[in-house]
């Protein structure tokens, strides 16, 4: 359970004195409070340490799954592929430190109790020596810590505080395996020893940028004990580096290349080439020993399938955490992975093959992975529209919004959807200190769409167009439509479609505004707006609440049409008392290069005040309404 267990071989003595909780996990907590009218339970994630425990995340189980099962007897597949499939969401280093059970105000202690024995079936909980309990009251919240012996005790010392991991390393394997599965039976287990070679003694690992190579020491020699600290040292020298981890989006992910014994000569060989020099006591310190998990299979009788199975694996180690380990997290990724894939599989009764998605969602301070259908047995790919109801039960499990596409591969973690265009060119920017102020932001990513971008000349005419498309990147990648932004043909073409314009406006540099962008976001992408209607300039000084509600609410950029000028808003900080009030604008009038420096320094992108409103002009707010969807 602790970063490194061996320190706490006397953890019945350790006695835990506080309990942080980041704030996204304190958002569930309050999110499960809400079903406190009945019993649900589920895990806490986070980390022990020896006096503290930091609570990251909580994930809930499924209680359907016991209304009929005996926990006192070998579970059924149904149990085990939940429970798999839990240990399989977390990163390898990141640990179940512990349970949460809702309770109403007179609920039945006993019944809690029963639930305890229920969480304590996922291994991690049933042989911790210390793990902490949340018992989530409809008005207050109980935190106790559990010893080895049992024992519980109260902890006061409870508190809310942004925890910051972005500087642990996040090693990723991703890689295709092919396994043999047998139809007739459905039984878990590999017809060959070569579908073992993922995870057994077979296996070794190269980090990418490094001349680390990790693998199991069949000599049983000793080797120097590296750490992480040690991989991101070679990370930033061969990659010349000045800061790790880098600031750009996944910025601390190392990649990690499996390898088989028999190809493991050659990229050691490859590397030595690379590099023109011998392995010395250091390169020779790459290989680490350890204890692995190893599947025990038997032959099966009947008909076989081959299936390709991606692992995708997540590990997040602190600095000090030594190769040794680092090897065993990795095998244990591995094994944890693909016993869920096998569950799933068993359980769909050998029809969908699934993959490993990651994603990070709701300002979740560390990566969920969650499996989802990706083929059948015809090696069909399978839509995400058939399996919503799937989807929707692991929204529950992750307890993250009902209502928002969260897990939808094209807003994962590592999703290819990506633009070519400054994305989010706001943040950066200082926030104007208004004494008193509140601030809402836009809530997601957007793209900045303006003038003479994309080999269109649209200067004077198509700033609309420009904002419009700005829109309409939000819900792209938000995941709400698969279509990217809109041309200015398409613009024209749907409003002809719908009767707004005639055909003769196909081709031409006619101006829209904010109703027309309306329609636009309607017909293209079945996306609802409301307007407001802003008399003058001047008043717009005086919309700061209805601005602070929209990106608290819908959270969705807003476009504003006054005279002949259309901007984007994507932001406003608002003092309630005052009026005092600042707006956040994208402005489409741009002509340049995509320079985020630029953009920002010329004013392009930033704070306005009123003033910046033209005073004596009539102003339409085309806001647009989030869909309700996952």
Same mark, same amino acid.
């Given at each position: 359970?602790?970063?490194?267990?061996?320190?706490?071989?006397?953890?019945?003595?350790?006695?835990?004195?506080?309990?942080?909780?980041?704030?996204?996990?304190?958002?569930?907590?309050?999110?499960?409070?809400?079903?406190?009218?009945?019993?649900?339970?589920?895990?806490?994630?986070?980390?022990?340490?020896?006096?503290?425990?930091?609570?990251?995340?909580?994930?809930?189980?499924?209680?359907?799954?016991?209304?009929?099962?005996?926990?006192?007897?070998?579970?059924?597949?149904?149990?085990?592929?939940?429970?798999?499939?839990?240990?399989?969401?977390?990163?390898?280093?990141?640990?179940?430190?512990?349970?949460?059970?809702?309770?109403?105000?007179?609920?039945?202690?006993?019944?809690?109790?029963?639930?305890?024995?229920?969480?304590?079936?996922?291994?991690?909980?049933?042989?911790?020596?210390?793990?902490?309990?949340?018992?989530?009251?409809?008005?207050?919240?109980?935190?106790?810590?559990?010893?080895?012996?049992?024992?519980?005790?109260?902890?006061?010392?409870?508190?809310?505080?942004?925890?910051?991991?972005?500087?642990?390393?996040?090693?990723?394997?991703?890689?295709?395996?092919?396994?043999?599965?047998?139809?007739?039976?459905?039984?878990?287990?590999?017809?060959?020893?070569?579908?073992?070679?993922?995870?057994?003694?077979?296996?070794?690992?190269?980090?990418?940028?490094?001349?680390?190579?990790?693998?199991?020491?069949?000599?049983?020699?000793?080797?120097?004990?590296?750490?992480?600290?040690?991989?991101?040292?070679?990370?930033?020298?061969?990659?010349?580096?000045?800061?790790?981890?880098?600031?750009?989006?996944?910025?601390?992910?190392?990649?990690?290349?499996?390898?088989?014994?028999?190809?493991?000569?050659?990229?050691?060989?490859?590397?030595?080439?690379?590099?023109?020099?011998?392995?010395?006591?250091?390169?020779?310190?790459?290989?680490?020993?350890?204890?692995?998990?190893?599947?025990?299979?038997?032959?099966?009788?009947?008909?076989?399938?081959?299936?390709?199975?991606?692992?995708?694996?997540?590990?997040?180690?602190?600095?000090?955490?030594?190769?040794?380990?680092?090897?065993?997290?990795?095998?244990?990724?591995?094994?944890?992975?693909?016993?869920?894939?096998?569950?799933?599989?068993?359980?769909?009764?050998?029809?969908?093959?699934?993959?490993?998605?990651?994603?990070?969602?709701?300002?979740?301070?560390?990566?969920?992975?969650?499996?989802?259908?990706?083929?059948?047995?015809?090696?069909?790919?399978?839509?995400?529209?058939?399996?919503?109801?799937?989807?929707?039960?692991?929204?529950?499990?992750?307890?993250?919004?009902?209502?928002?596409?969260?897990?939808?591969?094209?807003?994962?973690?590592?999703?290819?959807?990506?633009?070519?265009?400054?994305?989010?060119?706001?943040?950066?920017?200082?926030?104007?200190?208004?004494?008193?102020?509140?601030?809402?932001?836009?809530?997601?990513?957007?793209?900045?769409?303006?003038?003479?971008?994309?080999?269109?000349?649209?200067?004077?005419?198509?700033?609309?167009?420009?904002?419009?498309?700005?829109?309409?990147?939000?819900?792209?990648?938000?995941?709400?439509?698969?279509?990217?932004?809109?041309?200015?043909?398409?613009?024209?073409?749907?409003?002809?479609?719908?009767?707004?314009?005639?055909?003769?406006?196909?081709?031409?540099?006619?101006?829209?505004?904010?109703?027309?962008?309306?329609?636009?976001? *309607? %017909? =293209?992408?079945?996306?609802? /707006? +409301?307007?407001?209607?802003?008399?003058? !300039?001047? @008043?717009?000084?005086? &919309?700061?609440?209805?601005?602070?509600?929209?990106?608290?609410?819908?959270?969705?950029?807003?476009?504003?049409?006054?005279?002949?000028?259309?901007?984007?808003?994507?932001?406003?900080?608002?003092?309630?008392?005052?009026?005092?009030?600042?707006?956040?604008?994208?402005?489409?009038?741009?002509?340049?290069? *995509? %320079? =985020?420096?630029?953009?920002? /320094? +010329?004013?392009?992108?930033?704070?306005? !005040?009123? @003033?910046?409103?033209? &005073?004596?002009?009539?102003?339409?707010?085309?806001?647009?309404?989030?869909?309700?969807?996952?």
């Amino acid at each position: 359970m602790a970063e490194n267990p061996e320190d706490f071989e006397n953890s019945s003595e350790c006695k835990i004195k506080s309990i942080i909780i980041s704030p996204g996990a304190d958002k569930k907590i309050e999110r499960a409070r809400v079903t406190s009218s009945r019993f649900c339970c589920g895990y806490l994630v986070g980390k022990i340490f020896e006096e503290e425990i930091q609570i990251y995340d909580l994930i809930e189980l499924n209680l359907i799954l016991y209304e009929n099962a005996d926990v006192s007897l070998p579970l059924p597949d149904e149990i085990l592929a939940e429970l798999s499939s839990i240990r399989a969401s977390v990163p390898v280093g990141i640990d179940f430190v512990g349970v949460f059970i809702t309770q109403p105000e007179n609920g039945n202690i006993e019944v809690a109790e029963h639930l305890l024995k229920i969480l304590k079936t996922l291994e991690d909980i049933c042989y911790a020596s210390i793990y902490s309990v949340c018992l989530i009251k409809p008005s207050t919240s109980m935190w106790l810590v559990s010893y080895e012996d049992e024992k519980m005790e109260n902890v006061n010392d409870v508190s809310i505080n942004h925890i910051e991991l972005s500087d642990m390393p996040v090693f990723r394997l991703h890689q295709d395996i092919f396994v043999e599965w047998v139809t007739s039976t459905g039984e878990i287990g590999f017809q060959s020893e070569n579908d073992l070679q993922m995870i057994n003694r077979k296996l070794a690992f190269h980090i990418e940028n490094t001349n680390f190579i990790l693998f199991d020491n069949d000599s049983g020699g000793d080797f120097p004990d590296l750490t992480c600290k040690d991989i991101i040292h070679e990370i930033k020298t061969k990659c010349e580096l000045k800061d790790w981890p880098e600031k750009r989006k996944n910025g601390n992910i190392i990649n990690v290349a499996s390898l088989t014994r028999l190809s493991l000569s050659n990229q050691m060989n490859n590397i030595l080439d690379d590099t023109s020099t011998e392995l010395d006591s250091t390169s020779e310190s790459l290989v680490s020993k350890c204890n692995v998990p190893v599947l025990l299979t038997q032959k099966i009788t009947g008909d076989v399938v081959s299936l390709k199975l991606s692992i995708d694996v997540l590990v997040m180690s602190s600095m000090d955490t030594g190769t040794q380990k680092l090897l065993y997290m990795f095998k244990d990724a591995i094994y944890r992975q693909h016993n869920a894939l096998s569950f799933l599989i068993k359980l769909s009764h050998c029809k969908t093959v699934y993959e490993p998605i990651h994603f990070l969602p709701e300002k979740s301070i560390i990566p969920i992975t969650a499996l989802l259908p990706k083929l059948n047995f015809q090696a069909e790919p399978i839509d995400e529209t058939t399996y919503k109801q799937y989807r929707a039960a692991l929204h529950e499990r992750f307890l993250i919004a009902d209502d928002r596409p969260l897990l939808r591969k094209c807003v994962s973690l590592f999703s290819p959807r990506q633009s070519y265009h400054l994305v989010n060119p706001h943040v950066g920017l200082t926030t104007p200190n208004i004494e008193g102020g509140k601030l809402a932001l836009v809530d997601g990513k957007y793209a900045y769409h303006h003038y003479m971008q994309d080999n269109f000349d649209d200067n004077i005419w198509g700033c609309a167009y420009r904002s419009l498309q700005t829109l309409a990147s939000w819900f792209w990648y938000q995941g709400y439509t698969d279509k990217v932004f809109p041309t200015h043909k398409e613009i024209q073409e749907a409003l002809v479609e719908i009767g707004d314009k005639e055909k003769s406006f196909i081709g031409s540099h006619e101006w829209i505004g904010s109703m027309e962008v309306s329609y636009c976001l *309607d %017909q =293209l992408y079945g996306i609802t /707006s +409301k307007t407001l209607h802003v008399s003058t !300039g001047a @008043d717009l000084a005086y &919309k700061g609440r209805e601005l602070y509600q929209h990106f608290i609410e819908q959270g969705t950029p807003i476009m504003i049409g006054g005279g002949v000028l259309a901007h984007s808003i994507v932001g406003v900080v608002y003092n309630e008392q005052t009026g005092d009030v600042r707006f956040l604008i994208v402005d489409p009038h741009y002509t340049g290069h *995509d %320079q =985020l420096k630029t953009v920002q /320094s +010329k004013g392009w992108v930033g704070w306005k !005040g009123p @003033d910046f409103w033209n &005073k004596t002009a009539h102003y339409n707010l085309c806001m647009p309404q989030r869909p309700k969807m996952i």
